[in-house]
């Protein structure tokens, strides 16, 4: 099992920068991947950047060159630089967990409101 929880998102201007950070607790050696999705207001969720154990990543095309996804034993971060107002959204932590070398399941955080207006 593994809690995640997520910290760091506010208000912030465009252009600015924030650093989010999901901490995760639990069987926490079982993490093979985590990665970071937003939700916006009446929009589906979407991925934005994954990383996994051997510290490959992947973002999504809309914050390419903007975000950076990293990680730091139990800590998950992502820093996020040149905001936009359309980067306005619910941001989730997630940890895809592992038995016996098996994929099992994935934990989600609650999330953490990042709002990017002038």
């Known amino acids: 099992q593994v809690q995640l929880v997520e910290s760091g998102g506010g208000l912030v201007q465009p252009g600015g920068s924030l650093r989010l950070s999901c901490a995760a607790s639990g069987s926490i050696v079982s993490i093979k991947a985590m990665g970071w999705y937003r939700q916006a207001p009446g929009k589906e969720r979407e991925f934005v950047a994954g990383i996994s154990t051997g510290a490959s990543t992947n973002y999504a095309d809309s914050v390419k060159g903007r975000f950076t996804i990293s990680r730091d034993n139990a800590m998950l971060y992502l820093h996020m630089n040149w905001l936009k107002p359309e980067d306005t959204a619910d941001y989730l932590c997630?940890?895809?967990?592992?038995?016996?070398?098996?994929?099992?399941?994935?934990?989600w955080g609650r999330g953490t409101q990042v709002t990017v207006s002038s």
């Open positions: 997630k940890a895809d967990y592992f038995e016996s070398g098996l994929y099992r399941a994935s934990f």
